[in-house]
C-alpha cells in the first residue's frame, strides 16, 4: 500500500515526524478542496472583472466573466488540486489567509490549463470538451484570442496573491513551462506531414514520445504546481525542486499514458469528448508500444490504416490494439510506474515532505475507466 502522510505544521524542509493518512482519507480531502475551490470561483473572477472594468471598454468585462466561467472550471483539477495541497501542507492549514492564497493561486494555475485547451481543441478541430461545445465553437476564430486572454488571467491572478521572492521565482517558472508546453504541443502536432496529410509512421518511438511527456504533461501539470507551491511558502532550497522535478518527470508520463489510454478505451460520455488520437495520427503510447510488440504483419496493417479520419480504418488499427491485448499491457505498466513514483517519493523524504508529491499521485488514480 501507498504511504501517505498527514499535514506538517510548518513549512520546514527537512525530515519530520508524519501521521500516517490512508489512501481514502487523502482523496476525501481533495474531494473537499474541489469542492471549496469550486465555491471560491466566484470571487476569482470578480477580481479578473475589476482588471477588465478598469480598461472601460463596453461589454468586455462581461465577456470575460463567459469566458472564465465557460473554459476553466469543470475539469479533473489536478493541477489546481497539487498547488492547493501543496501550499496548505507546507505552509500550515491553520496559517491565517494561506487558505484564500491557496485558492487564488490554485485557479491561476487552472487558468493556465485551460487556456492550453482552447488552443488545443483549435488546432485538433475537436468540437467537444468537458461535454459540451468547445469554446471556439461559441467564439469561433476569435477564440484564439480568448485562449491568450486566459493566460494573462494566470499571471494576474498570481500577481494578485503572491509577492517578493516567491512571485519573482514562480513567474520565472510560469514563462518557462508555457514555452515547454508550446515546444512539446508543436512537437505533438508535428508528428502529421502537412504535406501528405499522413502520419509520421515510421519515426514514432518511445524516446519521441516521453520526450514530449516531459514538456507537455510532466513541466506544467506536475512540477509548474509543485514549484510554486514550494516558493509561495518560502522554500527555495535547490534540491527541493530539483526532487519535485525528478517526480514531475514521471508523473508527467503517467498521466499522459492514461490520457491516451483514455483516448482509445475510455468512456465517451464520462470523458466528455470525442476520440482523435488515431484518426489524427498522434504519436501516442498505444500505437508507440503497439508497434514494439507487433510482428511484421501486424505493424504493416498498423502503418496503412492509423492516422486517417475513416471508421473503417480506426476499427482495424483497434483490432491489433486487441491481438497485441494493449489493455493489459497498459495496466502492468501502470502498476510498475506507479510503484517507481512510489520509491522516488520515499528518496526524496528527506528534502520536501512527501504529501505534497503523493497528493499528486492520488489525484490521477481515480480518472481511468478500468
Known amino acids: 500500500m501507498l504511504r501517505l502522510f498527514a499535514a506538517a505544521p510548518a513549512p520546514a524542509v527537512g525530515r519530520r515526524t508524519m501521521t500516517m493518512l ?155 513551462i508555457l514555452f515547454q508546453i508550446c515546444m512539446g504541443q508543436n512537437q505533438d502536432n508535428h508528428c502529421t506531414d502537412p504535406l501528405q496529410g499522413k502520419a509520421k509512421f515510421d519515426e514514432f518511438n518511445m524516446d519521441r514520445y516521453t520526450r514530449v511527456c516531459e514538456h507537455k504533461s510532466g513541466g506544467y501539470t506536475f512540477f509548474l504546481p509543485m514549484s510554486t507551491a514550494l516558493n509561495v511558502c518560502g522554500i527555495f532550497d535547490e534540491a527541493a525542486h530539483d526532487a519535485a522535478r525528478d517526480i514531475s518527470s514521471d508523473l508527467g508520463l503517467l498521466y499522459q499514458v492514461q490520457d491516451d489510454y483514455l483516448d482509445t478505451y475510455g468512456i465517451i460520455r464520462k470523458m466528455g469528448k470525442g476520440r482523435t488520437d488515431i484518426k489524427n495520427g498522434k504519436c501516442t503510447w498505444i500505437i508507440v508500444e503497439a508497434i514494439n510488440r507487433a510482428n511484421d504483419e501486424q505493424r504493416q496493417r498498423l502503418k496503412e490504416n492509423y492516422g486517417y479520419d475513416d471508421p473503417k480504418k480506426v476499427d482495424k488499427v483497434l483490432e491489433v490494439f486487441t491481438e497485441l491485448k494493449m489493455k493489459e499491457v497498459f495496466l502492468q505498466w501502470e502498476k510498475s510506474m506507479m510503484d517507481k513514483i512510489e520509491g522516488k517519493i520515499r528518496k526524496y523524504s528527506d528534502l520536501v515532505n512527501p504529501e505534497v508529491f503523493t497528493q499528486s499521485l492520488e489525484s490521477i488514480k481515480y480518472h481511468i475507466n478500468r
Open 22 to 176: 490512508v489512501p481514502n482519507a487523502m482523496r476525501r480531502e481533495q474531494i473537499q478542496a474541489v469542492r471549496d475551490m469550486n465555491a471560491y470561483f466566484p470571487k476569482v473572477v470578480e477580481q479578473l472583472k475589476g482588471m477588465g472594468d478598469a480598461c472601460n471598454l463596453i461589454g468586455e468585462s462581461d465577456w470575460l466573466e463567459k469566458l472564465l466561467y465557460y473554459t476553466v472550471p469543470g475539469g479533473k483539477m489536478v493541477r489546481a488540486v497539487t498547488v492547493y495541497e501543496g501550499i496548505m501542507v507546507l505552509g500550515g492549514r491553520d496559517t491565517p489567509g494561506l487558505k484564500e492564497k491557496a485558492m487564488n493561486i490554485a485557479w491561476s494555475m487552472e487558468m493556465v490549463q485551460a487556456s492550453m485547451l482552447i488552443a488545443d481543441d483549435i488546432s485538433d478541430e475537436s468540437f467537444k470538451r468537458r461535454g459540451r461545445d468547445s469554446w471556439h465553437v461559441i467564439a469561433g476564430k476569435d477564440a484564439v484570442f480568448d485562449a491568450i486572454l486566459v493566460s494573462t488571467c494566470a499571471y494576474a491572478l498570481l500577481g494578485m496573491h503572491c509577492d517578493g521572492e516567491a512571485f519573482h521565482r514562480s513567474l520565472r517558472n510560469y514563462n518557462e
